[in-house]
C-alpha cells in the first residue's frame, strides 16, 4: 500500500505563488510516475502534471503551462508542485497521484489540499 500526504495549500491572492508538497510513504514500481490533479466545485477531476521519478518525462496540462512546475526529490520521497502567477480559475483541491506507468494512471491517491485564489 503506497500512502500519500499533500501538504502547502491556502489562500492567496491572484498573481501570488504557492508550492504544494507530497509525500509517498514509499517508493516501489507502483510509484513510478507521480502526478498532480485538481477537483474544483461542481467540475470533474482533472490532470494537472505529472513526472517520472528519474525526471526522464514531464508533462502539464495546458492550463497551467508556463506557471506550474513540477519537480522532486528523490531523497525524500516528494514531489513538488510550484504554482506561480496564479489565477481565481486555479481554485480547487489538488489531489497528489501515484501509479506504475506512462501515462499517469492513478492507483493511489493523497486526501487532498485546498488551494484558494481570490481576485
Known amino acids: 500500500q503506497v500512502q500519500l500526504v499533500e501538504s502547502g495549500g491556502g489562500v492567496v491572492q491572484a498573481g501570488d505563488s504557492l508550492k504544494l508538497s507530497c509525500a509517498a510513504s514509499t517508493r516501489t514500481w507502483r510509484t513510478t510516475v507521480m502526478g498532480w490533479f485538481r477537483q474544483a466545485p461542481g467540475t470533474e477531476r482533472e490532470f494537472v502534471a505529472a513526472m517520472s521519478w528519474s525526471g526522464d518525462f514531464t508533462d502539464y496540462a495546458a492550463s497551467v503551462k508556463g506557471r506550474f512546475t513540477i519537480s522532486n526529490d528523490n531523497a525524500k520521497n516528494t514531489v513538488y508542485l510550484q504554482m506561480d502567477n496564479l489565477l481565481s480559475e486555479d481554485t480547487a483541491v489538488y489531489y497528489c497521484?501515484?501509479?506504475?506507468?506512462?501515462?499517469?494512471?492513478?492507483?493511489?491517491w493523497g486526501h487532498g489540499t485546498q488551494v484558494t485564489v481570490s481576485s
Open positions: 497521484a501515484t501509479g506504475s506507468s506512462w501515462p499517469l494512471n492513478p492507483q493511489y
